[in-house]
């Protein structure tokens, strides 16, 4: 039975990946380090800024100073926020989900972004309000793939939950990236993926992928998921 929803954030809810991807080019460029899209999302998307700069400086032989992953992480946050246009876009159908949920169920969000890129964003496109849940970068140790996220998203929604605690099978996951999926179903929830950064067959990891989430109500998503 379904208790809970939690939403990834970027490439699930608003359409930033390319902000995040130009920031994070620019800031390793200033590194001497090349960065194309192909590459950011086989082996960055998905993963927090200073998981990214780790991986990206190990891979290019750099050494790893003290603070100097902090220092990078500030300068691209920075230069998300400024290339942020005034019109960030929802995903198709994300809007009218998350209304819907929300009647019903508590809703959370787990992403691997900052959290001020997160509160920002979600004031400005009308839907903080939904949310008592955001779990962010700063709160986990272990980006996804690692289940941590989830685990810990659903722990603070069982804090204020009356009643039974809502187990991870109960949980509806909503994600757009492998390392999403691979970290929802490691959590043991239920996931859907939708397929606005990677391809459907990139996806098969979850257990249900669409195209959009235009052309799907959450009765339906139920349905595919929760009933048997
Ligand atoms: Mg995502």
Redesign the pocket.
Request: aromatic letters at 8%; proline letters at 4%; a negative charge.
């Given at each position: 039975m379904l208790r809970a929803v939690i939403f990834?954030?970027?490439?699930?809810i608003v359409d930033t990946e390319r902000f995040h991807f130009q920031a994070l080019k620019r800031v390793l460029a200033e590194e001497g380090i090349p960065l194309t899209w192909e590459e950011y999302t086989q082996a960055y998307l998905?993963m927090d800024d200073k998981n990214c700069f780790r991986a990206a400086l190990a891979r290019h032989g750099q050494a790893i100073a003290p603070g100097i992953v902090d220092g990078l992480s500030e300068r691209k946050a920075h230069y998300f926020f400024g290339t942020l246009s005034d019109a960030v876009a929802l995903f198709p159908g994300v809007e009218g989900l998350i209304r819907e949920a929300a009647e019903k169920y508590p809703l959370a969000i787990a992403s691997g972004a900052r959290r001020e890129e997160i509160e920002f964003l979600l004031g400005k496109v009308g839907l903080r309000e939904f949310f008592p849940v955001v779990v962010a970068a700063e709160d986990v140790v272990r980006g996804k793939p690692d289940p941590e996220a989830y685990i810990a998203a659903l722990g603070r929604l069982n804090r204020l939950i009356s009643g039974r605690p809502v187990r991870p099978s109960e949980c509806l996951v909503v994600?757009?990236?492998r390392h999403?999926v691979a970290a929802a179903t490691s959590a043991g929830m239920r996931c859907l993926a939708v397929a606005n950064?990677y391809t459907p067959e990139e996806l098969t990891a979850a257990h249900l992928v669409l195209k959009s989430l235009e052309q799907v109500d959450l009765q339906q998503i139920i349905e595919a998921l929760f009933v048997r």
């Amino acid at each position: 039975m379904l208790r809970a929803v939690i939403f990834d954030f970027d490439g699930v809810i608003v359409d930033t990946e390319r902000f995040h991807f130009q920031a994070l080019k620019r800031v390793l460029a200033e590194e001497g380090i090349p960065l194309t899209w192909e590459e950011y999302t086989q082996a960055y998307l998905a993963m927090d800024d200073k998981n990214c700069f780790r991986a990206a400086l190990a891979r290019h032989g750099q050494a790893i100073a003290p603070g100097i992953v902090d220092g990078l992480s500030e300068r691209k946050a920075h230069y998300f926020f400024g290339t942020l246009s005034d019109a960030v876009a929802l995903f198709p159908g994300v809007e009218g989900l998350i209304r819907e949920a929300a009647e019903k169920y508590p809703l959370a969000i787990a992403s691997g972004a900052r959290r001020e890129e997160i509160e920002f964003l979600l004031g400005k496109v009308g839907l903080r309000e939904f949310f008592p849940v955001v779990v962010a970068a700063e709160d986990v140790v272990r980006g996804k793939p690692d289940p941590e996220a989830y685990i810990a998203a659903l722990g603070r929604l069982n804090r204020l939950i009356s009643g039974r605690p809502v187990r991870p099978s109960e949980c509806l996951v909503v994600e757009d990236s492998r390392h999403g999926v691979a970290a929802a179903t490691s959590a043991g929830m239920r996931c859907l993926a939708v397929a606005n950064s990677y391809t459907p067959e990139e996806l098969t990891a979850a257990h249900l992928v669409l195209k959009s989430l235009e052309q799907v109500d959450l009765q339906q998503i139920i349905e595919a998921l929760f009933v048997r």
